[in-house]
Structure formats: C-alpha cells, structure tokens
C-alpha cells in the first residue's frame, strides 16, 4: 500500500517526505485555504512548490462544478508539472469531465465517493484514483472499512485499474484496516502516518535496552 500525505502544509509535507515512506500528497480547497493561500496565482505557485518536494503524484482539486469549467481548470492545472493529478467531484459533469481527461492522457482522482455504485462509475470513466472518504462515513454511524473492501472487491472481480486511494483517514487504525482490505493507498494526515510508529513496549523495551547499553560503556 502506497501512504499519500493528506495536506497542504510544507512542513508536514516535507516532514513526511524526510521519512522517506511517502509516494505521492493529496490537497482539497479546505486544505488550502486552511494555509491562507489566496488567488490563482499563489494556488499554482503551491502546487508547483509541493512538486518540488515529493516526487510522486499530487492531487489538485478542481473548483468548477460543470463539465466546460472543470475541464478548462484541469488543464491548467495539469500544465503545472507532470505529477500533477486533477481531482474532481463525483458528480454528474465530473464523471464526464474524468472520461475526457482520460482521453486526454490527464490523470484524475474522483473525490468525494461514498458508495460502491459511484466507485464504478469512477472506473468506467477511467479514474486514476477513486477517493472513498471511510473517516467521513464513520462520522455517520455507518462502517467506512466496509466501503472500502466493497470497491476493492468490485474492482478486482471486474479487473477495472483505477486504484483505491482511501481517503478521510482519521487514526493510524485506519491505515491498518486500510491495508488489511487491499487498498492501493492511504492518504493520511501527519498524524495518523506518526501514530504508526507508537507502541508503549517499544518504549518500554528501548529504555532497558538503553540503560543495559549504558551499564555496559
Ligand atoms: O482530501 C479528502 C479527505 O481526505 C478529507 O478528509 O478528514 O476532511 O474528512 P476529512
């Protein structure tokens, strides 16, 4: 499973990126305005700054909601680097407007999916990435693991090749669960990817490896 950084922040990104796990970093416009970007230019500008860090794709979402709008902003946002990818709303001129990047040779990643139904028409589009919120849908009552083995298993019986990019990650459970269900990537914030790394007998363990290592010095 491949981990994206999910955020807009340099420092986390570059944090992230020094671990030497991260493959790619995924952004919506909340993301981006939470670091005070203002206006077209400074939105490009990030986006280019982020492509400098991680080499890997980034996620760059579109703000239009119809078909001519979103095509006309994917472009230029896919001019921005080669590792740029345009994330677009699944909605009804977002699927049409995946189906002509596709054609086009620009690749997509279909945000805000919460059912096994819009992860098909995603791939039948040709997505790239299809981005199931799980953390989102836990926020309801309902299981967001299970929507992500749901599209797992719809796409594998299928052999569709749009890769299950989990998103809406909200603790490093999730990236475990995640895994187990075979998706092709977890986007995460900082958080989650650090949270990994705890364990309170790993500390434990370490502070008598620690002192033994000193009692013999
Ligand atoms: O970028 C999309 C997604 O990861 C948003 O997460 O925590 O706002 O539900 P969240």
């Known amino acids: 499973m491949k981990f994206f950084i999910d955020t807009a922040n340099l420092d986390q990104i570059k944090e992230a990126h020094d671990l030497g796990i991260l493959d790619g970093v995924t952004t919506n416009p909340s993301l981006m305005a939470k670091e005070g970007i203002k206006g077209h230019d400074a939105i490009m500008k990030h986006y280019e700054t982020i492509c400098n860090?991680?080499?890997?794709?980034?996620?760059?979402?579109v703000f239009g909601t119809t078909f001519e709008g979103i095509v006309e902003e994917g472009k230029k946002?896919?001019?921005i680097h080669e590792n740029i990818v345009v994330k677009v709303p699944?909605?009804?001129?977002?699927?049409?407007?995946i189906?002509?990047?596709?054609?086009?040779?620009?690749?997509?990643?279909?945000?805000l999916v919460f059912?096994?139904?819009q992860a098909i028409l995603a791939a039948?589009?040709?997505?790239?990435?299809?981005?199931?919120?799980?953390?989102?849908i836990d926020d309801s009552n309902w299981d967001?693991?299970?929507l992500i083995e749901q599209i797992v298993g719809i796409y594998n019986a299928q052999g569709y090749m749009t890769e299950v990019l989990a998103a809406?990650?909200?603790?490093?459970?999730?990236?475990?669960?995640?895994?187990?269900?075979?998706?092709?990537?977890?986007?995460?914030?900082?958080?989650s990817i650090l949270g990994l790394l705890k364990h309170p007998l790993t500390d434990l363990g370490l502070a008598q490896f620690l002192k033994d290592a000193e009692s013999m010095k």
């Open 124 to 136: 039948k589009a040709g997505a790239t990435f299809v981005s199931p919120f799980l953390g989102r």
């Open 77 to 79: 946002l896919a001019a």
């Open 53 to 61: 860090i991680v080499d890997g794709p980034v996620s760059a979402e």
């Open 144 to 146: 967001g693991i299970q």
């Open 168 to 191: 809406s990650i909200r603790t490093p459970l999730h990236i475990v669960r995640c895994a187990e269900a075979g998706a092709d990537i977890c986007t995460c914030p900082l958080s």
């Open 99 to 111: 189906k002509w990047f596709t054609d086009n040779g620009i690749r997509t990643n279909c945000t």
């Open 90 to 97: 699944m909605i009804k001129d977002g699927i049409k407007a």
């Open 115 to 117: 059912s096994g139904g």
